[in-house]
């Protein structure tokens, strides 16, 4: 009797709803992210996500299908939330040196402070991006930032400060992997070289160097 009663209350909390889906939804890619990022997709483990959020995986699998769906869920919070701050900044209104700079200074900046953002672009690298083509959502997200780049390199084309012939998706890769770099390699450079590069001093160092490095590329030579 005692195992029917068990079975029969486990079958009750597996099927209950939460009052707050969204809540719950919310909650779920918050820690799938920290274990994605934390244990790359091989080591996370739906069960660990499943009880530090005080839900089953039938749950989870309910949300997103299976684990796979749950890392596409990951990845696109994730390119949703840069992309999301990026098309708040007011770039139409600057010059176009200072809309570069503010682009590249954001990306920067957004890039130090959020390393787990970082660690998940390097997973799905490791698997050659198969998650990311499995998903449209992402690959609208990104195109906005490849427009805002167009539009700031053709008003410093017009004005004549910048350069002809800048490729617009060349100049987004440069931007992210020198913004990119200093966090996916600053545990190596920092034991090889000595130097604390997540000290404020390092960060606005570098900052300033990736800023000039691209707006000299992009800037039209007398």
């Given at each position: 009797?005692?195992?029917?009663?068990?079975?029969?209350?486990?079958?009750?909390?597996?099927?209950?709803?939460?009052?707050?889906?969204?809540?719950?939804?919310?909650?779920?890619?918050?820690?799938?992210?920290?274990e994605f990022a934390e244990n790359g997709f091989n080591g996370a483990r739906v069960?660990?996500?499943?009880?530090?959020?005080?839900?089953?995986?039938?749950?989870?699998?309910?949300?997103?299908?299976?684990?796979?769906?749950?890392?596409?869920?990951?990845?696109e919070q994730a390119y949703a939330r840069?992309?999301?701050?990026?098309?708040?900044?007011?770039?139409?209104?600057?010059d176009p040196k200072a809309a570069l700079r503010t682009m590249i200074g954001?990306?920067?900046?957004?890039?130090?402070?959020?390393?787990?953002?970082?660690?998940?672009?390097?997973?799905?690298?490791?698997?050659?991006?198969?998650?990311?083509?499995?998903?449209?959502?992402?690959?609208?997200?990104?195109?906005?930032?490849?427009?805002?780049?167009?539009?700031?390199?053709?008003?410093?084309?017009?004005?004549g400060v910048f350069r002809d012939g800048i490729d617009p998706i060349d100049l987004h890769m440069t931007i992210s992997a020198l913004c990119f770099f200093n966090v996916a390699n600053r545990a190596t450079f920092s034991r090889l070289f000595k130097r604390d590069m997540t000290s404020a001093e390092a960060l606005a160092r570098r900052r300033d160097i990736v800023i000039e490095t691209i707006l000299r590329y992009v800037t039209k030579r007398r």
């Open positions: 009797m005692d195992i029917w009663r068990r079975r029969k209350a486990h079958r009750r909390r597996v099927v209950v709803r939460p009052q707050d889906p969204e809540g719950t939804r919310r909650d779920i890619l918050k820690i799938a992210t920290e069960d660990r996500i499943a009880a530090r959020t005080h839900t089953s995986k039938r749950m989870l699998y309910y949300y997103f299908g299976d684990k796979e769906g749950l890392f596409i869920a990951v990845l840069i992309r999301k701050i990026e098309a708040e900044l007011d770039l139409t209104g600057l954001f990306t920067f900046d957004f890039q130090s402070a959020n390393e787990p953002f970082i660690r998940l672009v390097i997973i799905e690298n490791i698997h050659r991006g198969e998650h990311l083509a499995r998903s449209t959502t992402i690959q609208q997200l990104n195109w906005p930032v490849i427009e805002s780049l167009r539009d700031i390199c053709d008003r410093g084309r017009r004005i």
